[in-house]
Structure formats: C-alpha cells, structure tokens
C-alpha cells in the first residue's frame, strides 16, 4: 500500500511540475512573431475582448492566439480591455503584452497632416488617423462659438492647424486635441517670429494669412520670400492683391486653372480683386515654410509676377505694369497653345 502511495505522490509531483512548466511556458515564452517594424493595435472605446483577440489574430501579432487568451482569462484581462493604440514588440511574452493592454499604457502615435483648402479636406486627414473620426473635427472647425474659446473662428482656424507632425495619443477627445494643437500654435509662434511679425505690421493670423498665398501661389521655396515681399509692397502701397488663388477660394472651384474675367465677378472678401488687403483668413492651412517666407520676406520693388511660359512653376517678376502685361502675354499664349481654356 505504501508502495502505491509513493507511486502517486512521485506521479502527483511530476504531474504538478509539467502543468507548471507549461504554465510558464504559456506565460513566459515569447508569443509575438519576429519583425523588424513590431506590431500594433488599435483598441476603440467600448471594445471587448473578443475585438481584442480578432485584432491580434489579424494583424499576425501572437503567433498563439489560444495560449494568450489562457493568459488573460487567467489574469483577468477579458473583463478589463482598455482603448488605446498600443505598439508590440518582436519576441514579446503574453505576461508582457497582458500587463501593457491590461495597464491601459497606450503608446503615443505620430499624427502627420499636410496643407489643404477646404475645412472638409484637413477634418479627413487628420479625423481619419485618430479615434474621433473626421465628422467630429470638421463640426469643431465650423463652430465659432468653440473655436473663440481658443482665440479662432471658422474663418481663421485654418491658421491654427499648422501642418507638421505631432506626437498624439489615438484616443484623445477632440477637444484634448484642440488644447494640443492651441500648444503646439503658440509654441510655434514664439517671441522671434512674433517680433518679425510685429515689423511687417501683420498679426500671427494675418502673416498666416499671406503665407497661404504664397504657399498657393508658388510651390518654390526659393520663390516664397519674393513672392511674399511681393504681396507687402502691394499692402504698403494700398494696391489690390490680385491674387489669383483667393478668386478660385471664393468660388471653391479647384478644378479652375485658368483665372478669366468671369471668375473675378464674384462678389466676395476672398475677391482680392475686388477687396483691396487680406482676405478674412488664410485660403489654407499654410505650411511653417511659408509662414516663415513671409516672416523673411525679401525687401525689392516687384509688385507684378506671371507664371513663366515654360511651366517650370517658377515665376517672372516685375515692377513696372508695362513689364508684367509683356510676361502676361507670353504665358496667356503658352496657355493658348496647351489649350488651356478654363
């Protein structure tokens, strides 16, 4: 009887050693595959942990879907998922990878944005990369009564969004990103270029205003300062902008190529034909490129410019009207013999 005993005992031991060796390894051995970019998951407010096992199976990020799922059971994970955008490394265990989306330690993303004209545009880039989503954005950006909260309005808050890239968490409300962007402006607009501005007698609004103009008017950053020292010369001298990329704002036509008489009817403060200074605000949201072209714009004396003829997108500049209808006529033909109509 002792014997048998024995016998039990030993298989009882051996039997508790090999759950416990495979318990460890189920909790210790590296579960996430090899990549020299890791993995990453996006966990959305409301989620459950079913959505958190389709995520890990479909983006490859376990190579053991059932052994994780033990894991977290046994940690109680399945009843804790918390939202956020979570970055997984190569060789990681499922102890680890539970602990970080159990602990809710989300990684930050970089949110990158470029310029564009209409609110719509911006609200998709940046919306679409952020849990928010497009709609809620782009209700913020027309809403003036929100936006004076930071010091803007529908019309200038094109000036607040500076294209660039940001360090952000995937689940910030809108407003926590409003708060980060108002930051992020006036760290940008610090004492130096809020003195430069100061000179040029322009608020940060309005340089940001010029500055998307320019950036409309040439994609050149060797031209942007010329062009800005340009638009300063007509605003001193009290002539009309002329500028061609408000008329096409004012009727938000982008297919327009080709500014005609009929297009400068129009009877809008973006007509900077028709209005003599700046428009209400800026006609994009202007890269810090641009803004800083205007800030060290070139001193001459053009107050005229028209594309080149060759299209090479540069520019040819002029001080006297005479001068300027020459260039005018030169690329009115180029345009004529490209067929450029509209």
Request: charge should be positive; include cysteine; proline fraction near 5%.
């Amino acid at each position: 009887m002792r014997r048998w005993l024995g016998i039990i005992a030993i298989l009882l031991a051996l039997s508790t050693a090999y759950l416990g060796w495979k318990g460890y390894q189920l909790a210790f051995r590296p579960n996430v595959p090899d990549s020299e970019k890791g993995f990453s998951i996006k966990i959305p407010r409301g989620a459950g942990f079913d959505f958190v096992l389709a995520e890990l199976a479909g983006k490859g990020a376990v190579k053991d879907v059932g052994s994780f799922e033990m894991v977290a059971k046994f940690r109680g994970y399945s009843d804790k998922v918390k939202p956020g955008y979570y970055k997984i490394k190569s060789g990681t265990t499922n102890w680890d990878l539970v602990n970080k989306l159990r602990s809710g330690a989300q990684d930050e993303l970089n949110l990158r944005f470029k310029s564009h004209r209409a609110i719509k545009e911006i609200a998709s880039e940046i919306g679409s990369q952020m849990e928010f989503g497009p709609s809620e954005i782009e209700s913020k950006m027309r809403d003036d009564d929100y936006l004076h909260t930071f010091g803007f309005s529908s019309t200038t808050v094109r000036s607040l969004l500076i294209p660039n890239t940001y360090r952000v968490y995937w689940t910030m409300t809108v407003d926590e990103f409003f708060s980060k962007m108002k930051q992020e402006y006036d760290s940008f607009w610090n004492a130096e270029r809020k003195g430069l501005a100061q000179q040029i007698g322009l608020t940060p609004i309005e340089v940001s205003t010029l500055a998307s103009i320019v950036q409309a008017e040439t994609y050149m950053p060797k031209e942007r300062p010329v062009v800005a020292g340009l638009y300063l010369n007509r605003i001193r001298k009290k002539i009309p902008l002329q500028a061609d990329p408000t008329v096409i704002f004012a009727h938000a036509d982008w297919s327009i190529r080709r500014v005609l008489i009929k297009h400068l009817a129009i009877d809008s403060p973006y007509n900077t034909y028709k209005y003599q200074g700046l428009p209400p605000g800026p006609i994009n949201n202007p890269e810090p490129d641009a803004i800083d072209a205007v800030l060290h714009a070139e001193k001459h004396d053009y107050i005229f410019m028209c594309a080149k003829p060759d299209f090479s997108g540069y520019h040819n500049f002029a001080v006297t009207s005479a001068q300027h209808s020459r260039n005018a006529k030169a690329y009115q033909a180029a345009m004529n013999r490209r067929k450029i109509y509209k």
